[in-house]
């Protein structure tokens, strides 16, 4: 079974840059797509990016898109996501996900492994 551990969160100011790390634990890494997804209290579990197995497709939620990126390195079953001009709404417990439908989706449903999540607090 794959096992995903994420790293990498904290407490930043508005503004402020985290990358966070997702290492996962099986030799077949690249053979799936990755999300990264978020859970703010009391809110739904949302789409935060994605990226293919081969690395050239991602994809964005729109309220991050051009302040997040996502890229991976399967040589060290490691996918990264560099968050930049954090916002306070951007608060949140984030999760990385694999899933076994081989395509880079932000919808919470296909994905089938899942990470423990790692804090993200940004606050002044």
């Known amino acids: 079974q794959l096992q995903l551990v994420e790293s990498g969160g904290g407490l930043v100011q508005p503004g402020g840059s985290l990358r966070l790390s997702c290492a996962a634990s099986?030799?077949?890494?690249?053979?799936?797509?990755i999300g990264w997804f978020r859970q703010a209290p009391g809110k739904e579990r949302e789409g935060v990016s994605c990226?293919?197995?081969?690395?050239?497709?991602?994809n964005y939620a729109d309220s991050v898109k051009g302040r997040f990126t996502i890229s991976r390195d399967n040589a060290e079953n490691t996918v990264y996501l560099q968050m930049n001009s954090l916002k306070p709404e951007d608060t949140a417990v984030y999760y990385c996900?694999?899933?076994?439908?081989?395509?880079?989706?932000?919808?919470?449903?296909?994905?089938?492994?899942w990470g423990q999540g790692t804090q993200v607090t940004v606050s002044s």
């Open positions: 990226i293919s197995s081969s690395g050239i497709s991602t």
């Open positions: 996900a694999a899933n076994l439908v081989m395509s880079c989706t932000l919808n919470v449903r296909e994905y089938d492994y």
């Open positions: 099986r030799f077949t890494f690249d053979y799936y797509p």
